[in-house]
Every structure is written in structure tokens, then in C-alpha cells.
T-cell receptor, first 114, second 118 residues
Framework: GNSVTQMEGPVTLSEEAFLTINCTYTATGYPSLFWYVQYPGEGLQLLLKATKADDKGSNKGFEATYRKETTSFHLEKGSVQVSDSAVYFCALRRRSQAGTALIFGKGTTLSVSS | GAGVSQSPRYKVAKRGQDVALRCDPISGHVSLFWYQQALGQGPEFLTYFQNEAQLDKSGLPSDRFFAERPEGSVSTLKIQRTQQEDSAVYLC????????????????FGPGTRLTVL
């Protein structure tokens, strides 16, 4: 079946440190891949997405590359800020059906201190 | 423009009570999803509507859970005879939908309803 595995947190970093949150997936076919972010007290927001192999999604300094050969979609940011503290969710959706639900990982909590 | 809204934001119920959770999707969005997010976990799919048609309810955990979207806009998730294990955040998401395979079909989430069953 389809599933997403992401590194367990919490991840604690100092401001301006480099961030990597690992995400791997299992899926039939060719899924679309997503990173969602949940800031404290707020709803899930789409951070970035990639819809085919070798695509790179990017937003707000975050990047992730769709790696079919390693079934991975790791999230990276070169210099984190305190405002990046949130819970990050990796997710997949089967590209063939617009109505197909997202399948999420368990989430990784990021805490950035100044 | 308004995003997805949900009400109430918080609900406390005694075990055995019935509850109704409301979702107002983005205007014009065809697809609507309900997810359940337990504490410390990622959201899990409950059910999916395309307009007023409930096309997938495979994620509903029991027959105590019922969802409807009678006019293809507002949706209600109802839980009958609530149990403690129903305590979770219930998320609603909508997307433009309507075009199978569209890579632009992004799901937009509401703030959720936190249900606590005592």
C-alpha cells in the first residue's frame, strides 16, 4: 500500500543552521509529493510540492527534490529562522486521481532558537 | 478571499453524546475531504465528496461516523454515541477538483475542530 515515513522529531536547531527533514515513501504508480507545515495554533498549509521525478519544489527558502530512485522527498533549508518553528508533514497523493486523499507521515516538530 | 472555515473550533462532549462538525469550503471548490488527526500523528483520511456525491468513505472508522454535503457546498461530519477514542482534531480540506490527474489540485485545509470526549 501507499505510505510515508519521515524522521522523528523533535528537531532542535539554532537560528541560521542548516535543516534537513528526511521523508521516504512507498507508492504504486507515480504519486505527487507534498510538504505541509502546521504553525502553532494554525491549520495545515501547503509549503511546496513536486509532481514528477526530478522536480524540485521550493518556497520560502525551503526545497525538496522528488527522487524516484531513492523514493525520497527530503526537505531542506539553508538557514532556518525562529519563525520556521512548526510541525512539518510529508505527504503523497496518487497523481492519477484528483480526488484521491493525501497520505501523511507522522510529522516532524522543528524548534529553532535564537 | 476566504479560506476553508470550520466550526466549532473546540468541542467537548460527554461519552455517548452525538456531535456535528461543520465545514465551509472555499467557494466553488468541487472536492471536499475530511481527515482525523490524533495527537502527535499525521492526518488520516476519513471521507471524500465530489460536489454532493460521497465518492469514498473508506476511512470512516465505524458506522457511528456519518458525513454529508447535501448541496455540494457546506459539509457536516456527525459522530454518534461518541467514545473517548474519537478525541482528535477533525480537519476539512477542499480543492478545485473536477479534472482528474490535475497536478494543480492543491488541497486547502481549515483550522480544524478539536473534539474532546470525556
Amino acid at each position: 500500500g501507499n505510505s510515508v515515513t519521515q524522521m522523528e522529531g523533535p528537531v532542535t536547531l539554532s537560528e541560521e543552521a542548516f535543516l534537513t527533514i528526511n521523508c521516504t515513501y512507498t507508492a504504486t504508480g507515480y504519486p505527487s509529493l507534498f510538504w505541509y507545515v502546521q504553525y502553532p495554533g494554525e491549520g495545515l498549509q501547503l509549503l511546496l510540492k513536486a509532481t514528477k521525478a526530478d522536480d524540485k519544489g521550493s518556497n520560502k527558502g525551503f526545497e525538496a527534490t522528488y527522487r524516484k530512485e531513492t523514493t525520497s522527498f527530503h526537505l531542506e533549508k539553508g538557514s532556518v529562522q525562529v519563525s520556521d518553528s512548526a510541525v512539518y508533514f510529508c505527504a503523497l497523493r496518487r497523481r492519477s486521481q484528483a480526488g484521491t486523499a493525501l497520505i501523511f507521515g507522522k510529522g516532524t516538530t522543528l524548534s529553532v532558537s535564537s | 478571499g476566504a479560506g476553508v472555515s470550520q466550526s466549532p473550533r473546540y468541542k467537548v462532549a460527554k461519552r455517548g453524546q452525538d456531535v456535528a462538525l461543520r465545514c465551509d469550503p472555499i467557494s466553488g471548490h468541487v472536492s471536499l475531504f475530511w481527515y482525523q488527526q490524533a495527537l502527535g500523528q499525521g492526518p488520516e483520511f476519513l471521507t471524500y465528496f465530489q460536489n454532493e456525491a460521497q465518492l469514498d468513505k473508506s476511512g470512516l472508522p465505524s458506522d457511528r461516523f456519518f458525513a454529508e454535503r447535501p448541496e455540494g457546498s457546506v459539509s457536516t461530519l456527525k459522530i454518534q454515541r461518541t467514545q473517548q477514542e474519537d478525541s482528535a482534531v477533525y480537519l476539512c480540506a477542499s480543492s478545485q477538483g473536477g479534472v482528474a490527474g490535475s497536478s494543480t489540485d492543491t488541497q486547502y485545509f481549515g483550522p480544524g475542530t478539536r473534539l474532546t470526549v470525556l
